[in-house]
């Protein structure tokens, strides 16, 4: 309302964090209002701008290079403030609380939701993937156990390659020597462990455009309208896990989902 009113068009300063959940090594650079945005660990970035108009919209640019592979994450603003300098104009009594501005989505996943190791029984956990890509696909992994993050992803470095037209094999035992987090703990409790496969996703949506008057069940007369196929591309990643125990297995083909718009689809 101070706005509506104002007689001038009221002046001001505005600051506030824009945080990535995880490091974002790709993005080269951080813009609010053509001011740069400061960052000392590509993870929060300061931003702020003096003497600006605090009426109509404000521009948030994010820049990245376009060679580097980036990182899924949920982008939030934090610490908002915002100072009316016009005289004769009172500061506005605002508080937002730590929101959510956009989500970047990418690659497909897959949890593992119990890998263990027992020597004394004879348990281990053996994890294959298959790559029908004609190029070597990283895998980023996590112990979700270890970890509260929102986005629970590795921005380590790859802890394997699945080679084109390949496949790997990976034990509890070594996930445990490959992830820092499980240094130490007792694997014969089981884990939870997150994967990463930076490859196009076999769920994507592929919306095809309807015309003229046929029904597609029934074939009767229908309206125009748009027909989403879910699953265009067949997948370039598969795995299975094969539970040991003394023995007995037991094998379970992997499930991949994708992330997207803070949710997960297979």
Known sequence: ?????????????????????????????????????????????????????????????????????NNPTNWTLTDFAMTVTTIGLRNLCIAIPPSSVGVWYGGVEAIVPFVKSDPAVGAQTYIIFYNRRDVDV?????????????IVISAREPIATIPAHGQIKLTADQLQSLLPELAGYNMSNGVPIKFMFRVPSQS?????????????????????????????????????VVSVYGSEHRSVPLKFKFFKQGSYNE
């Open 1 to 69: 309302m101070w706005i509506a009113y104002a007689v001038v068009s009221p002046q001001g300063n505005i600051q506030f964090k824009l945080n990535s959940a995880i490091s974002e090594p790709g993005v080269n650079l951080v813009q609010f209002d053509g001011n740069n945005c400061i960052t000392t660990d590509q993870k929060t970035w300061q931003c702020s701008v003096t003497g600006v108009s605090l009426v109509g919209p404000h521009t948030q640019l994010i820049q990245v290079t376009g060679t580097s592979s």
């Open 204 to 240: 994507l949506t592929n919306n095809i455009s309807l015309t003229g008057n046929v029904n597609l069940v029934t074939g009767a007369a229908a309206a125009t309208g748009t027909l989403t196929n879910l699953n265009p591309l067949d997948p370039y990643i598969e795995g299975i």
């Open 138 to 150: 990283p895998v980023y992994a996590r112990a979700m156990l270890q970890d509260s993050a929102p």
